[in-house]
């Protein structure tokens, strides 16, 4: 490797790719290709940062291995920047993590586990997405992947509800940064930590609403307290027990709307205008509230019971001692969309729907 290609892999790694460009911009050949990919994915021009390592990997050749390996993890990273999640440069990352342990490189086949992890956890299979990063050793990362990494570890915890596990990550991603001396990746996990102390739920109880941080809802859910979920479409009681609601949106939009009402009862017309968007209470949608109610009952099993009430029905906890709902933090029918672009980055639809 020439002085120019060593100076512009250091300028890189701390974080300074215009001083990299300045030692490579002019020059075509592989090497010069995958470094000014890489400068352009940090300046933020991802299309073209795809589009150079893409050259590099062919130009590298079929007996180069190991660099179109890395090349290939390279061009992931910046996939799932710009939120691709579904193409060929993320289907190429198992294949490429193959390649990089086979030829002994720890430090990217630890990196390319990584991104595995992350659009995972990006696609919301949160379980799948712990498991790959638990196989992996973060030893092997140098600062700026270990904070990445960590703020990995960090969103899966927030979205497993375990906000000290979170915290801990956070801390160690803060640690990883300072010592990568990286102003971006700074910030990046002091946005993180923004999270766990902003809204991230509304709850409604006894008609009165108000906000709750991510660690007050983790101790909700612990709570003896029947919750309607509206965010993650469920509803659990206090001891944890959990019946998804996620197929089912007449049945979610029914126990929302009664344990709103807690632990008073719904008239049959409002329960009408939730459930199925009707203004009207005639006798067929009396016969399809009485179907879809009689639904509710067995979905909810143990965990409470509905019953008739003169005027229409209410909400009976089995054993938690009283019942709430939880909505998304902004009162938007979009919330769950809103919540997906909030992170700045440019989603497809194709894989927003995926992940909602």
């Given amino acids: 490797m020439d002085a120019q290609i060593a100076d512009a892999a250091r300028a890189l790694s701390v974080g300074d790719p215009l001083g990299a460009l300045n030692r490579v911009a002019l020059r075509d050949d592989a090497h010069s290709l995958a470094l000014r990919g890489i400068a352009m994915a940090q300046l933020g021009d991802l299309a073209l940062a795809r589009g150079l390592l893409r050259r590099a990997g062919r130009a590298f050749g079929p007996h180069d291995v190991l660099a179109r390996a890395r090349c290939a993890v390279a061009e992931a990273e910046v996939a799932l920047a710009s939120r691709d999640l579904l193409g060929r440069s993320t289907e190429a990352l198992g294949p490429a993590r193959a390649a990089l342990e086979a030829h002994g490189d720890r430090a990217n086949a630890a990196y390319a586990r990584h991104l595995e992890g992350r659009r995972l956890l990006l696609v919301g299979r949160v379980d799948e997405a712990e498991r790959a990063v638990a196989e992996l050793d973060p030893a092997a990362l140098p600062p700026p992947a ?27 991603a803060a640690r990883a940064a300072r010592r990568a001396r990286i102003p971006a990746l700074t910030a990046e996990v002091e946005s993180a930590l923004r999270v766990l102390s ?3 739920a509304r709850l409604s109880e006894r008609g009165e609403e108000r906000l709750l941080r991510l660690e007050e809802v983790e101790r909700l859910l612990a709570s003896d307290t029947l919750v309607v979920d509206a965010c993650r479409q469920a509803v659990y009681d206090g001891r944890r027990q959990q019946v998804s609601l996620t197929t089912r949106p007449v049945l979610l939009a029914l126990a929302r709307a009664l344990g709103e009402a ?12 939730r459930a199925f968007g009707s203004k009207y209470l005639d006798e067929s949608h009396r016969a399809r509230l009485r179907v879809e109610i009689g639904r509710l009952r067995r979905m909810l099993g143990g965990l409470a019971h509905v019953s008739a009430t003169t005027r229409g029905f209410k909400l009976e906890p089995q054993r938690a001692h009283e019942a709430v709902v939880l ?3 902004v009162a938007d029918e979009q919330a769950a969309v809103l919540a997906f672009l909030a992170d ?3 989603w497809s639809w194709s894989v927003n729907a995926l992940s909602l």
């Fill in 146 to 172: 270990r904070t990445a990494h960590e703020l990995v570890v960090a969103g899966i915890a927030i979205r497993s509800l375990h906000t000290r596990a979170a915290r801990a990550a956070l801390d160690r």
């Fill in 262 to 273: 807690w632990p008073g009862d719904v008239p049959r017309d409002a329960l009408v205008a």
């Fill in 327 to 329: 909505v998304w933090a």
């Fill in 344 to 346: 700045g980055e440019s």
């Fill in 198 to 200: 902003s809204p991230a």
